[in-house]
C-alpha cells in the first residue's frame, strides 16, 4: 500500500523516537478499498504529550488530550494521532465514561465499531487485522467486532452508522449485525437528533442508499429518523435516480409529506436553514407538471434556484414528463422574479400608484412577462402598467 510522504514521515519519526505508530480507520480501509482517503488517522503508543513533544517543531493542535489526540498539520494537511486506548463503560449509550491507554495496538483495535474500520497498518510491519476486517472487505460485509449487541449497546449511534457504511460501500451487513441493530435501536433515543440526521443525510447521499433504507424500515430504525413517518418502497425505490444531493433526495423521501410537516421534522434533526428550504422548494416545485418553456418559467418564479432539482424531482415522481429538467435549466437566465423586471417600485411610484397597488401592479406584470419573456422591456411594462392601473 502506498500513503502520503507526509504520512510515511510521521510514522518514521514516531519510530525512531522508539513509539509504536501506524494508519486506522477509515482511511486504511479505503486504502485497501482503492479508494482516495480523504483524511489519515494514525494510531500511536505516545502518550499525547510526547507526541507533541516529538513534533514540537511542527504546528500541533490540542485536539483532545483526555481523549489521547493531537493534531499535526504536516505538509499543510491535518494529521489526528491518537494514543492506543481502552474505552471504560459507556453509560450514555454514547461515549465512554473514561478512556485508558494502552500500548497495545490490538486491544486499541477491539475497541473500534466493524471489522473494516478495526485494521492497522505501517509499512514495516505490514497489516494488523485482528478481527478479519480485510476478508470482510473482499467479501463486501460489515461485521461488528466481536459481539455486536455490545457494539450497539456501548454507543448506539453506531447503529446508523452501520446502516451509512452499507450505502456508502455497497457492502451487505452481516446477519447477526444487523438483528443487533434491531434489538439495540432503543438506544437511538438517548442520542442527540443532530448527530442523527448527520449520519442519516450521509446515507442518502451515498452511491447505495436504497437497500439501506428498506432495511432501516424493516429493522424499526426509522422511527428514531422521522418518528411517525416512514417513506413507502415507492420513494426509496427511486432514490438511486437522482443526483446525490442532499436536499434533493430528502425532497423525495418526504414526498408523501406535507410542507408544515417536513419543515418542523427536518428542523428537529438540526438541519441548516439552507438545506430547509432547498428542501421545501423541490418538494413544492415537484407537484408541478412542466412540459413547456412557460411551465418552466413559472416554476422558476416559485423555487428559484432550486428549479432544476424540482423539476428533475417532478420527473422522477412522473408528474412531469422525461426532459422537464432540460426545459426548465434552458430557461434559468429568463426574467422570473420581481427583481428580474426592468422595472421597479419607485418607477412605479413615480406614475402614482402608492401602496399595495404597486406591489400587486408588479406581480400582475411578472405573470405577463413568465408568459412572454419579450415584454420585459422598461417601455412596455410602464406602459402596461398604466393600463393596469387605468391612469
Known amino acids: 500500500m502506498v500513503c502520503p510522504s507526509y504520512i510515511e514521515k510521521i510514522l518514521d519519526r514516531l519510530a525512531a523516537c522508539g513509539e509504536s505508530a501506524y494508519i486506522v480507520g477509515g482511511s486504511l480501509r479505503d ?27 511542527m504546528r500541533v493542535i490540542e485536539t483532545g488530550l483526555k481523549h489521547g489526540t493531537v493534531t499535526v498539520i ?104 444487523l438483528e443487533a441493530t434491531a434489538k439495540c435501536a432503543e438506544g437511538l433515543s438517548h442520542i442527540a437528533r443532530e448527530r442523527i440526521g448527520s449520519e442519516f443525510i ?21 422511527k428514531y ?14 432514490i438511486e435516480a437522482l443526483p446525490s444531493k442532499d436536499t434533493l433526495r430528502l425532497a423525495l423521501l418526504l414526498s408523501d409529506t406535507d410542507e408544515e410537516w417536513a419543515r418542523a421534522h427536518l428542523r428537529e434533526l438540526r438541519c441548516s436553514g439552507k438545506q430547509i428550504t432547498g428542501v421545501l422548494a423541490s418538494l413544492r416545485g415537484a407537484q408541478m407538471k412542466i412540459e413547456t418553456d412557460t411551465d418552466a418559467r413559472r416554476l422558476l418564479a416559485v423555487t428559484g434556484i432550486y428549479a432544476a432539482d424540482a423539476a428533475r424531482l417532478s420527473e422522477v415522481l412522473r408528474i412531469s414528463p422525461e426532459g422537464a429538467a432540460e426545459i426548465t435549466e434552458r430557461q434559468i437566465n429568463t426574467p422570473c422574479s420581481l427583481r428580474d423586471l426592468k422595472i421597479n417600485g419607485k418607477d412605479l411610484a413615480l406614475m402614482g400608484i402608492k401602496g399595495k397597488a404597486i406591489g400587486q401592479t408588479l406581480s400582475s406584470l411578472l405573470a405577463r412577462v413568465i408568459d412572454d419573456p419579450a415584454i420585459n422591456d422598461r417601455d412596455t411594462l410602464l406602459r402596461m402598467a398604466k393600463e393596469i392601473i387605468k391612469i
Open 202 to 222: 450521509r446515507l442518502i447521499t451515498s452511491p447505495y442508499p436504497q437497500r439501506a433504507l428498506e432495511l432501516m424500515k424493516s429493522h424499526g430504525i426509522f
Open 31 to 57: 486504502m485497501l478499498l482503492g479508494l482516495p482517503p480523504h483524511d489519515y488517522d494514525i494510531a500511536t503508543s505516545a502518550l499525547p504529550e510526547r507526541t507533541a513533544e516529538i513534533f514540537s517543531d
Open 74 to 177: 504536516a505538509d499543510g494537511e491535518p494529521v489526528e494521532i491518537t494514543t492506543f486506548r481502552i474505552d471504560g463503560e459507556y453509560t450514555d449509550s454514547r461515549h465512554p465514561d473514561s478512556v485508558s491507554f494502552t500500548d497495545d495496538i490490538t486491544k486499541d483495535l477491539s475497541r473500534r465499531d466493524f471489522t473494516v474500520n478495526a485494521m492497522a497498518y505501517n509499512p514495516a510491519h505490514g497489516l494488523i487485522d485482528p478481527f478479519g476486517g480485510r476478508e470482510d472487505i473482499e467479501a463486501k460485509r460489515l461485521r461488528a467486532v466481536r459481539e455486536p449487541t455490545l457494539r450497539f449497546g456501548e454507543d448506539a449511534l453506531r447503529i446508523m452508522r452501520a446502516y451509512r457504511f452499507s450505502a456508502q460501500l455497497g457492502f451487505d451487513i452481516e446477519p447477526q449485525t
Open 225 to 238: 429518523v422521522f418518528k411517525d413517518y416512514t417513506p413507502s418502497r415507492q420513494l426509496t425505490s427511486l
